[in-house]
Protein backbone atom coordinates (compact mmCIF):
# COMPACT_ATOMS: atom_id res chain seq x y z
CA UNK A 1 0.00 0.00 0.00
CA UNK A 2 2.77 2.10 1.19
CA UNK A 3 3.98 1.42 -2.91
CA UNK A 4 0.75 2.27 -4.64
CA UNK A 5 0.30 5.85 -2.73
CA UNK A 6 4.16 6.37 -3.26
CA UNK A 7 3.24 5.81 -7.32
CA UNK A 8 0.16 7.91 -7.05
CA UNK A 9 1.87 10.59 -5.71
CA UNK A 10 5.15 10.20 -7.94
CA UNK A 11 1.87 10.20 -10.73
CA UNK A 12 0.70 13.37 -9.68
CA UNK A 13 4.93 15.51 -9.15
CA UNK A 14 5.25 14.34 -12.71
CA UNK A 15 1.67 15.64 -14.20
CA UNK A 16 2.01 18.66 -12.00
CA UNK A 17 5.61 19.36 -13.56
CA UNK A 18 4.12 18.54 -17.26
CA UNK A 19 1.57 20.91 -16.39
CA UNK A 20 3.82 23.73 -15.49
CA UNK A 21 6.10 23.00 -18.26
CA UNK A 22 2.98 23.46 -20.70
CA UNK A 23 1.37 26.94 -18.86
CA UNK A 24 5.26 28.37 -19.15
CA UNK A 25 5.67 26.87 -22.55
CA UNK A 26 2.22 28.74 -23.61
CA UNK A 27 3.11 31.91 -21.65
CA UNK A 28 6.28 31.98 -23.93
CA UNK A 29 4.68 31.44 -27.02
CA UNK A 30 2.13 33.98 -26.27
CA UNK A 31 4.51 36.53 -25.42
CA UNK A 32 6.14 35.97 -28.48
CA UNK A 33 3.25 36.30 -30.68
CA UNK A 34 2.92 39.76 -28.57
CA UNK A 35 6.45 40.87 -29.45
CA UNK A 36 6.43 39.69 -33.13
CA UNK A 37 3.16 42.05 -33.75
CA UNK A 38 4.75 44.81 -31.68
CA UNK A 39 7.63 44.48 -33.88
CA UNK A 40 5.33 44.04 -37.33
CA UNK A 41 3.40 47.64 -36.26
CA UNK A 42 6.28 49.20 -35.81
CA UNK A 43 7.67 48.62 -39.42
CA UNK A 44 4.59 49.22 -40.96
CA UNK A 45 4.75 52.55 -39.39
CA UNK A 46 8.37 53.10 -40.41
CA UNK A 47 7.43 51.94 -43.51
CA UNK A 48 4.93 54.78 -43.88
CA UNK A 49 7.34 57.52 -42.77
CA UNK A 50 9.77 56.22 -44.98
CA UNK A 51 7.39 56.36 -48.29
CA UNK A 52 6.43 60.26 -46.62
CA UNK A 53 10.37 61.56 -46.67
CA UNK A 54 10.65 59.67 -50.57
CA UNK A 55 7.63 61.76 -51.65
CA UNK A 56 9.08 65.00 -50.09
CA UNK A 57 12.37 64.19 -51.80
CA UNK A 58 10.65 64.03 -54.61
CA UNK A 59 8.56 67.22 -54.39
CA UNK A 60 12.14 68.68 -54.48
CA UNK A 61 13.40 66.82 -57.79
CA UNK A 62 10.14 67.54 -59.44
CA UNK A 63 10.46 70.85 -59.09
CA UNK A 64 13.79 70.81 -60.37
CA UNK A 65 13.14 68.69 -63.26
CA UNK A 66 13.31 69.66 -66.76
CA UNK A 67 9.40 69.69 -67.13
CA UNK A 68 8.97 72.36 -64.69
CA UNK A 69 12.04 74.11 -63.67
CA UNK A 70 12.68 77.67 -65.19
CA UNK A 71 15.79 77.00 -66.74
CA UNK A 72 18.19 79.45 -67.56
CA UNK A 73 15.24 81.70 -68.83
CA UNK A 74 14.74 82.78 -64.88
CA UNK A 75 18.23 83.55 -64.04
CA UNK A 76 18.86 80.05 -62.64
CA UNK A 77 16.46 79.95 -59.49
CA UNK A 78 16.58 76.81 -57.86
CA UNK A 79 13.31 75.68 -56.46
CA UNK A 80 11.57 77.46 -59.27
CA UNK A 81 9.09 76.07 -61.15
CA UNK A 82 7.59 77.68 -64.79
CA UNK A 83 3.97 78.10 -64.85
CA UNK A 84 4.04 78.25 -68.70
CA UNK A 85 5.63 74.51 -69.11
CA UNK A 86 3.28 73.71 -66.26
CA UNK A 87 0.48 74.54 -68.72
CA UNK A 88 1.81 72.76 -71.74
CA UNK A 89 2.14 69.92 -69.45
CA UNK A 90 -1.19 70.23 -68.37
CA UNK A 91 -2.21 69.67 -71.87
CA UNK A 92 -0.29 66.87 -72.83
CA UNK A 93 0.26 65.06 -69.04
CA UNK A 94 -1.53 61.97 -70.10
CA UNK A 95 1.93 61.34 -72.00
CA UNK A 96 3.84 61.21 -68.68
CA UNK A 97 1.11 58.59 -67.00
CA UNK A 98 3.04 56.70 -64.37
CA UNK A 99 6.76 58.83 -64.97
CA UNK A 100 6.83 59.75 -61.41
CA UNK A 101 4.82 57.39 -59.76
CA UNK A 102 2.97 59.87 -57.69
CA UNK A 103 -0.80 59.81 -57.67
CA UNK A 104 -1.00 63.81 -57.91
CA UNK A 105 0.85 66.65 -58.50
CA UNK A 106 -1.04 70.01 -57.35
CA UNK A 107 0.22 73.78 -57.64
CA UNK A 108 -1.22 76.17 -55.66
CA UNK A 109 -0.14 80.28 -55.78
CA UNK A 110 -0.30 81.99 -52.77
CA UNK A 111 -1.49 85.05 -53.43
CA UNK A 112 -4.08 85.67 -50.38
CA UNK A 113 -6.91 85.10 -52.09
CA UNK A 114 -9.35 82.84 -50.47
CA UNK A 115 -11.52 81.52 -53.93
CA UNK A 116 -9.69 79.13 -55.42
CA UNK A 117 -9.64 79.69 -59.33
CA UNK A 118 -8.47 75.67 -61.27
CA UNK A 119 -6.07 77.46 -64.30
CA UNK A 120 -7.44 76.38 -67.73
CA UNK A 121 -5.83 77.85 -70.79
CA UNK A 122 -8.75 80.12 -71.36
CA UNK A 123 -8.47 81.81 -67.88
CA UNK A 124 -4.23 81.74 -67.37
CA UNK A 125 -2.35 83.19 -65.86
CA UNK A 126 -5.63 84.68 -63.75
CA UNK A 127 -5.70 81.81 -61.78
CA UNK A 128 -4.18 80.34 -58.91
CA UNK A 129 -4.43 76.57 -59.02
CA UNK A 130 -2.84 74.30 -61.21
CA UNK A 131 -4.07 70.69 -61.02
CA UNK A 132 -1.56 68.30 -63.49
CA UNK A 133 -3.40 65.38 -61.87
CA UNK A 134 -5.21 64.55 -59.01
CA UNK A 135 -6.06 61.59 -56.35
CA UNK A 136 -8.77 61.65 -53.64
CA UNK A 137 -7.53 59.42 -52.10
CA UNK A 138 -3.71 59.98 -51.45
CA UNK A 139 -2.14 61.37 -48.78
CA UNK A 140 -0.68 65.13 -50.07
CA UNK A 141 2.83 66.42 -49.16
CA UNK A 142 4.07 69.63 -50.41
CA UNK A 143 7.05 72.31 -50.36
CA UNK A 144 7.08 75.75 -51.39
CA UNK A 145 8.58 77.54 -54.50
CA UNK A 146 9.07 80.09 -56.97
CA UNK A 147 6.50 80.15 -59.65
CA UNK A 148 7.85 82.16 -62.25
CA UNK A 149 6.16 82.90 -65.93
CA UNK A 150 7.30 85.78 -68.55
CA UNK A 151 5.24 88.75 -68.29
CA UNK A 152 5.37 91.65 -70.53
CA UNK A 153 3.69 95.50 -69.87
CA UNK A 154 4.38 98.14 -72.50
CA UNK A 155 6.14 96.46 -74.93
CA UNK A 156 9.15 94.86 -72.25
CA UNK A 157 8.84 91.24 -70.81
CA UNK A 158 9.64 90.57 -67.04
CA UNK A 159 10.42 87.28 -65.14
CA UNK A 160 7.17 87.41 -62.74
CA UNK A 161 7.82 85.24 -59.46
CA UNK A 162 5.26 84.07 -56.91
CA UNK A 163 5.45 81.79 -53.92
CA UNK A 164 3.61 78.64 -54.39
CA UNK A 165 2.93 75.38 -52.58
CA UNK A 166 3.36 72.08 -54.43
CA UNK A 167 1.22 69.19 -53.17
CA UNK A 168 2.16 66.11 -54.30
CA UNK A 169 -0.05 63.16 -53.40
CA UNK A 170 1.10 59.29 -52.98
CA UNK A 171 -1.04 56.46 -52.05
CA UNK A 172 -0.51 54.50 -49.07
CA UNK A 173 -0.06 50.66 -49.63
Do not use: H
Not at 38 to 54: D, H, V, W, Y
Not at 114 to 124: A, P, W
Not at 128 to 148: M, P
Request: hydrophobic residues 40%.
Amino acid sequence: MVKRTFRKKAQMKIQQTAFMLMAITLFFVMVGIFLVGFKISGIKSSAENLREQNTLLLVSKIANSPEFSCGVDFEGNSNCMDSDKLMALKKNIGKYEGFWDVSGIEIRKIDGEEKEVICELSNYPDCNKIILFADNKGIYTGSFVSLCRKAGSSGYFYNKCELAKVMVAYNVK
